[in-house]
Every structure is written in structure tokens, then in C-alpha cells.
């Protein structure tokens, strides 16, 4: 099993910057498709970026689209999501999950998906 361990979040005004980081350990790295999911109070979880273990193909959801940017470090084993012009909706717990379906309509996680411990990000305006 993968586990792994999120971190970076904070708190920032609107249109503030944030870089999250997820160290994956155990597992299959290089073939894990890695995914960030975000959780705010009150609302369903939501897929937000996820990068396929198979073609290195990434995408993001619609809500953050040209202001997130998702890459990887593998000689690390670190994704990372950088994330900008943030919003007060940006405010969320994160999650680094592996193995979810990532296509470019649909970040989903799976009954067999890895869930990191989380990050708190919140923004004011």
C-alpha cells in the first residue's frame, strides 16, 4: 500500500498563492495515477487535479482550471499542486489520493483509492 502524507496548506487572503505537497511512500510510485480532492463544510467532494500513471496526462476540474498547476517530482515521490489567484470557494480540506479515475471530464475516487491525511486550506477575503 501507498501511504501518504499531504502538507502546505495555510491560510491566505484572496488571490494569494499556496504549493501543496504529497510524499507518497510504500507502493508503486511511477504507475500510481495521483490525485487532489478537496473537501469544503457543507459541500460533496470534489476532484481537483490528478495527474495518470499511465501518460503523465493531467487535468483539473473546471473550478480551477488555469489557476492550478499539478506536477510531480519523482525522484522525491512528491506531487505537488500549486494553486493560485486563490478564492475564498478554494477553502477546503485537501487530499493527495492515489489511484482514482482521471480523465478529462472526471476526477472520481475508487473503491480502492488511497486516502492521505488531509490539509486545511482556507481563504478570506
Known amino acids: 500500500d501507498v501511504q501518504l502524507q499531504a502538507s502546505g496548506g495555510g491560510s491566505v487572503r484572496t488571490g494569494g498563492s499556496l504549493r501543496l505537497s504529497c510524499a507518497a511512500s510504500g507502493g508503486i510510485y511511477r504507475v500510481n495515477t495521483m490525485s487532489w480532492f478537496r473537501r469544503a463544510p457543507g459541500k460533496k467532494r470534489e476532484g481537483v487535479s490528478c495527474?495518470?500513471?499511465?501518460?503523465?496526462?493531467?487535468f483539473y476540474a473546471d473550478s480551477v482550471k488555469n489557476r492550478a498547476t499539478m506536477y510531480k517530482d519523482d525522484s522525491r515521490k512528491t506531487v505537488f499542486l500549486q494553486m493560485n489567484s486563490l478564492k475564498p470557494e478554494d477553502t477546503a480540506v485537501y487530499y493527495c489520493?492515489?489511484?482514482?479515475?482521471?480523465?478529462?471530464?472526471?476526477?472520481?475516487?475508487?473503491?480502492?483509492?488511497?486516502w492521505g491525511q488531509g490539509t486545511q486550506v482556507t481563504v478570506s477575503s
Open positions: 489520493v492515489t489511484d482514482a479515475l482521471c480523465l478529462v471530464d472526471r476526477i472520481m475516487a475508487l473503491v480502492g483509492s488511497e
Open positions: 495527474v495518470s500513471g499511465r501518460d503523465g496526462r493531467t
